[in-house]
């Protein structure tokens, strides 16, 4: 990033996980991309994508790793979270049943990955809150007794993405320094 050409300083790698159709991959579309889709077809094949941010005067490649459709129970193999720094743990603020879920990807998460992971439980589609069936304080009690962040996002209406990859990536580099 500017006069010194390309360098990367850091890769840092970040997985999504969470039940599908909760929003995985327009999530990263919004933060890779900035772009949003309504019809999104689920993600066939292992994908990732990258975007490189400054943080503290660095150059941090964030992968951000995309489940390919193998959101059922334990289907996600433990290549993809060997190496992963971040995870995003999404559910849909409609969808109690995928909020259900979440102790259980928390403990997949924790049981392949590296201990020091930094993990982001995420609420999304706040866009539909007349549908909203998770309340705010459900989920932040839930993430302060399991000690990890938390945030509730719109990736249709751009709230909180950049917030919640900024702030894992943040955490991560502190980590790391
Ligand atoms: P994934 O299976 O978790 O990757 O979910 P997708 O990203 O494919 O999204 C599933 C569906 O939810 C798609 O129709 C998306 O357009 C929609 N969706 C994703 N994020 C949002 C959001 O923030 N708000 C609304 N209203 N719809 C969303
Ligand atoms: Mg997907």
């Given at each position: ?50 975007r490189t941010l400054v943080i503290q005067h660095k150059s941090v490649k964030a992968q951000i790793w995309d489940t390919a459709g193998q959101e ?106």
């Open positions: 990033a500017g006069g010194g050409g390309d360098k990367i300083d850091y890769v840092f790698k970040v997985v999504l996980i969470g039940d599908s159709a909760v929003g995985k991959s327009q999530i990263l579309a919004r933060f890779a991309r900035n772009e949003f889709s309504l019809d999104s077809k689920a993600t066939i094949g292992v994908e990732f994508q990258t059922r129970y334990r289907a996600v193999t433990s290549a993809y979270y060997r190496g992963a720094v971040g995870a995003l743990l999404v559910y849909d603020i409609t969808k109690r049943q995928s909020f259900d879920h979440i102790p259980r990807w928390l403990e997949e998460l924790r049981s392949h990955a590296d201990r020091n992971i930094v993990i982001m439980l995420v609420g999304n589609k706040t866009d539909l809150e007349d549908q909203r069936a998770v309340t705010t304080e459900d989920a932040k009690e839930f993430a302060q007794k399991e000690n990890v962040f938390f945030l509730e996002t719109s990736a249709l209406e751009a709230t909180n993405v950049e917030n919640a990859f900024q702030n894992v990536l943040t955490e991560i580099f502190n980590i790391v320094n």
